[in-house]
């Protein structure tokens, strides 16, 4: 492990506020957040997908899917050459793309995918050869934020699509959408 690990950015002690850490966490590309105690040795870690687990109870404010979802949204045809995906992500500083059929969603493909596949260093595949399960999960724009979170934290997914009623991709609600609201929601509360 110590061959391929690299030093964690992003640490926290254990009595850092949860909004403070929660908003490190969103703005930097690193998932997770190294907990650490008072002699600077790890005790825990908060990732991307617990602040997702949180804001599915934590969240209450009347904000929906369509509302905090990104845009534009990033896409790719199933039949380019999954390279391409890679250099969108890069130059869009996204983790996700979305992978079309035409005019019809296909499936969502991870920078994650990407790296397994070994397409930064060259492997030749298409985007289709990527996606990992073309029975994409979609919400609807008019979905309370919180339902959303849900369904991201059960499907353990790091985006979700958000259609109109024609089926189209309209924006992607991703865990730092949703951490973001949810950092907005426990500064306004003051929960922790």
């Known amino acids: 492990a110590d061959d391929i690990a690299e030093p964690s950015k992003l640490t926290a002690k254990t009595d850092d506020d949860l909004d403070t850490v929660l908003r490190r966490l969103m703005k930097d590309p690193q998932d997770a957040v190294i907990v650490v105690n008072a002699e600077h040795h790890p005790v ?3 990732t991307e997908h617990d ?14 899917a369509g509302h905090a979802g990104s845009r534009p949204v990033v896409s790719v045809q199933a039949d380019d050459p999954a390279a391409v995906a890679w250099s969108l992500m890069l130059a869009d500083k996204v983790r996700h793309v979305l992978v079309m059929d035409g005019n019809t969603l296909y499936g969502v493909i991870s920078a994650r995918d ?3 596949d070994d397409v930064p260093r060259g492997r030749q595949l298409t985007c289709r050869d990527v996606v990992r399960n ?3 999960l979609t ?18 997914v790091g985006c979700m699509p958000v259609t109109d009623d ?10 730092t959408d949703v951490i973001g609201v949810l950092v907005e929601a426990l500064e306004e509360e003051e929960l922790f």
């Open 44 to 46: 825990g870690i908060i």
């Open 51 to 64: 602040g997702v687990r949180l804001a599915q109870g934590e969240i209450d404010a009347p904000v929906d």
């Open 114 to 116: 990407l790296i397994e």
């Open 134 to 136: 073309e029975d994409v």
């Open 139 to 156: 919400v609807p724009a008019e979905l309370p934020l919180h339902e959303v979170a849900a369904v991201m934290a059960e499907a353990k």
């Open 166 to 175: 024609n089926g189209m991709p309209e924006a992607v609600v991703t865990r």
